[in-house]
């Protein structure tokens, strides 16, 4: 079946560090890759997206390319700040609908 | 607009009593998800509802749980005689009509329901 598999956490790095949190998937057909963020005490936020292989999704200065023949989607930024310090979760849509399927999440602390 | 209001919370029930959890989509939204985070876990989906309608509820365990979604009033999911294992945050998203393309990947999420079972 689908699954999504991400780099386990918790991340810590310095303000203005280079991030990387690996996720790669397993699906049949051509899913729609996602990432999410969720912020203390709040619901997910949409990131980014990335429905095609070699799509680049990008938002906030965070990337994630699609790479169908890797089956991953890394989300990358060049320079994090404290504001970034949240739970990351890539996600995959094989369907048509909302149903989702999750990585377990990556925690990220960016300390000043 | 306000986003997707999801209440209680918190709430806390003791083995065998009953959980309510509501969640109001935003306005205008008539597709309704629920979704189950376990400690340590990402989040796994568990219900899609459209009004008064069930669409696909693959994730929902076979007893205890229901979820509805009435013509008028919030989606609630409910969950009968709590056993500890039930503990987890659940989150409620909403997206509008799947017309054109595009418009059914713009799920919203609300802050959650925190479920502890003593």
């Known amino acids: 079946g689908n699954s999504v598999t991400q780099m386990e956490g918790p991340v810590t790095l310095s303000e203005e560090a280079f991030l990387t949190i690996n996720c790669t998937y397993t699906a049949t057909g051509y899913p729609s890759l996602f990432w999410y963020v969720q912020y203390p005490g709040e619901g997910l936020q949409l990131l980014l997206k990335?429905?095609?292989?070699?799509d680049k999704g990008s938002n906030k200065g965070f990337e994630a390319t699609y790479r169908k023949e890797t089956t991953s989607f890394h989300l990358e930024k060049g320079s994090v700040q404290v504001s970034d310090s949240a739970v990351y979760f890539c996600a995959l849509r094989s369907g048509n609908t909302g149903k989702l399927i999750f990585g377990q999440g990556t925690t990220l602390q960016v300390k000043p | 607009n306000a986003g997707v209001m999801q209440n209680p919370r918190h709430l806390v029930r003791r083995r065998g009593q009953e959980a309510r959890l509501r969640c109001s989509p935003m306005?205008?939204?008539?597709?309704v998800y629920w979704y189950r985070q376990l400690p340590e876990e990402g989040l796994k989906f568990m219900v899609y509802?459209?009004?008064?309608?069930?669409?696909?509820e693959s994730g929902m365990p076979k007893e205890r749980f229901s979820a509805e979604f009435p013509k008028e009033g919030p989606s609630i999911l409910r969950i009968q005689q709590v056993v500890r294992g039930d503990s987890a945050a659940y989150f409620c998203a909403s997206s509008p009509d799947h017309r054109g393309t595009g418009g059914n990947e713009k799920l919203f999420f609300g802050s959650g329901t925190q479920l502890s079972v003593l």
């Open positions: 509802l459209q009004k008064e309608n069930i669409i696909d």
């Open positions: 306005k205008g939204h008539s597709h």
């Open positions: 990335a429905t095609k292989a070699d």
